[in-house]
Structure formats: C-alpha cells, structure tokens
C-alpha cells in the first residue's frame, strides 16, 4: 500500500519564475492538505482540497494556488517566486469523513535563487 | 502569536532514560491533539494521538498525557533508545475544519 508520494523530490528555481508541485494520496484518502515548513521551523497550513474544491486556506498570498484532480491527487502552484518561499512543501492526505489523522508524503526541498 | 506553544526547543537524553516533551494550547475548540516525529530530508511521520475525552493514551514506549482544565499535553517516550533523536512536532486542530495547528519542535538527541 503506497503512502503519500511527492514530485520532484528537489527544485531549484530562481525568482520571477513559477512552480508546480505535484501529491498522490495515500490509498482510501479523498482529502489532501498542503503546508510549508522554513528551516527549522514547524509546518503552516496552506490550503486543502476536497471533491476537487478549496475547502480551507491558510494565511497565505493568492500565488500561492492549488488543484484537486478526480483521483484525488492535488498539485501545488507558486507564481512570482521570492526568496522566502524557499522551503519543504509537504503534502499530507486524509478521509474526509474518518478521523483527523493526516498522513505526510516526503516532501518538495524548492529552493529559490 | 503562536497557538500551540512547545516546550523545550532542544533535549538531550540518554539512552534508556524519559524524554518528556511539552505542549499547550489556548483555542479551547481544539479536540485532536497528534505528534508527529520528523527526521531530517524526510516528512513528518504520526507517532501517536489524542481526543481531550481520554487523560492518557500509550502506544509501544510512546505515551501521551493530556490535562484539558490545563490545556496542556506531553509525550513521553519511555527507555529512549539513538534511533528516536529527531524532531519531535505536537499540533492541535478542531474537527471542525481539519487544520492542523503546529507547534514549534523539539529536536531531541539520544546519546548512546
């Protein structure tokens, strides 16, 4: 039973440029969450998607969008690069109706030049 | 301002010993309370969790302590053997709207 998987495993970018990040979810998960975490830092929510809609965001600017695709995987983009958004994007996945456990996939390294 | 507060930001225990990680929180809508273990280069991985109608859950050497009036959790991980040093993350999220809430982590060193 595969978990969460995540593409590419590294990125190098430089600023100006956009960026798309791509999650499968684990098995039986309809529900998939995005979050950043800097460098020794915990990670913040970005958004969630649900029957292919936003259903949460978190305090992040409008480059920051996403897609939920009718198999459930989700894809993360970042338009505009700035040096700040240099960071592991995880992607982590859920039952909508089960419990509130979340299950992460290994992550995205961006790094932005 | 930071909802989940963590406590210590680093830790160092030696092997066989308790390592005891402490949380609280202030948004009394908070009802899932999880800790997640993250090595370095990897995602975070669920270690054990809890619902504020139980004061404690055991899981293997991994124990979770909640005291609601306090709004506070800790995990406690019994006989700590090298392989458990990483950071260790708590979070809290209502049912509600499924956003997990993170606290700062705790970087916890095994020496052997």
Not at chain 1, 10 to 22: C, P, S, Y
Not at chain 2, 47 to 71: C, M, Q, Y
Request: proline share 6%; net charge neutral.
């Amino acid at each position: 039973d595969a978990g969460v998987t995540q593409s590419p495993t590294h990125l190098i970018k430089t600023r100006g440029q956009q960026v798309t990040l791509r999650c499968s979810p684990k098995s039986g998960h309809d529900t998939v969450s995005w979050y950043q975490q800097a460098l020794g830092q915990g990670p913040q929510f970005i958004f969630q998607y649900y029957e292919e809609e936003e259903r949460q965001r978190g305090n992040f600017p409008d480059r920051f969008s996403g897609h939920q695709f009718p198999n459930y995987s989700s894809e993360l983009n970042v338009n505009a690069l700035l040096l700040g958004d240099s960071a592991l994007y995880l992607c982590a996945s859920q039952a909508w109706g089960g419990t509130n456990e979340q299950f992460f996939g290994p992550g995205t390294r961006l790094t932005v030049l | 301002q930071q909802q989940v507060k963590q406590s210590p930001q680093s830790l160092i225990v030696q092997k066989g010993g308790i390592s005891i990680i402490n949380c609280a929180y202030e948004n009394t809508a908070f009802d899932y309370f999880p800790w997640y273990q993250q090595f370095p280069g990897k995602g975070p991985a669920l270690l054990i969790a809890i619902r504020p109608d139980v004061s404690e859950k055991k899981e293997g050497r991994f124990t979770i302590s909640f005291n609601k009036s306090a709004k506070q959790f800790s995990l406690h991980i019994m006989d700590s053997q090298p392989g458990d040093s990483a950071t260790y993350f708590c979070a809290a999220s209502p049912q509600s709207n499924r956003k997990l809430i993170w606290g700062l982590g705790t970087s916890l060193a095994v020496n052997p």
